[in-house]
């Protein structure tokens, strides 16, 4: 296989790629606190020789993307819910979940049978020492520092933590992050409202032309696979010399 339809390859798999989290990106612009995806490309083609017709190798050389988070703050909007809680700076709120400690910018919190605090898939809420649990009927205060009051009487304080090294973090589904391997930092000039969520930070008409511009890109690929494909077939129906 010639090394232009393997480029011609890489490009199109490239363009799937961004078409993926441009679309991931649509179907999430109401989920509360989600972070919009992009993709990044770094084309090594031009460190590699021409001459180099080997499939896996020129596979293996072209870096077809990377995905980069955009942790922009989204607009908060007024739930009057006593539980629900949006960030205003960098952190994320924890949580407990079967397969470990997640991070979440999605605040929409309830309580269960028991009083403790949990999200809508049933995860618990954490605070600096653990769960958290409210007794039933009383009046919940959460103050901007993220304390958490029933009645005026302490009950917790949610845990807001933040990384040095944010892009590292891996998004998991369910509006999750995990965090392994980086380093917790304080938070600093961070707010918590009571009674607000934070909307996605998703902007509808860039991720809307941008896949119209790579759909048009992603097209014009699969042309010039078709040309070499013909071109190649072409070439070898010609009777050899020598």
């Known amino acids: 296989m010639g090394f232009g339809i393997v480029a011609a390859l890489s490009g199109a798999k490239a363009r799937e790629l961004e078409l993926e989290v ?17 993709v990044s490309f770094s084309s090594e083609l031009n460190k590699h020789q021409p001459e180099n017709k080997d499939l896996a190798t ?8 990377e995905t980069y988070i955009d942790f922009r703050q989204g607009a908060a909007f007024q739930t009057n819910n006593p539980t629900d809680v ?10 407990q979940t079967p397969e470990g400690i997640r991070y ?16 809508a898939r049933g995860d618990t809420v954490l605070s600096d020492s653990g769960p958290i649990t409210i007794p039933s009927g009383t009046i919940i205060n959460i103050g901007t520092d993220g304390q958490i009051t029933a009645d ?3 009950v917790g304080k949610l845990q807001v933590v933040d990384f040095m090294d944010r892009q590292k973090m891996k998004p998991l589904g369910n509006n999750y992050m995990s965090a392994d391997g980086l380093t917790a930092t304080e938070t600093v000039n961070i707010k918590v409202l009571q009674g607000h969520l934070e ?35 072409m070439l070898n129906k010609l009777p050899q010399i020598g």
């Open 104 to 119: 979440t910018r999605d605040g929409n919190f309830s309580l269960d049978a028991s009083g403790k605090l949990i999200n």
């Open 199 to 233: 909307n996605s930070n998703v902007n509808l008409v860039e991720n809307l032309t941008r896949i119209i511009q790579v759909s048009r890109a992603y097209e014009s690929i699969q042309k010039t696979i078709k040309q070499q494909i013909n071109s190649s077939k």
């Open 152 to 154: 005026q009487e302490v």
């Open 86 to 95: 949006a960030l205003q700076g960098d952190g994320f709120f924890a949580l």
């Open 58 to 65: 020129a596979q293996a050389s072209l870096r077809n993307g």
């Open 22 to 38: 441009l679309s991931n990106n649509i179907s999430n612009i109401q989920t509360t606190g989600y972070k919009e995806m992009s």
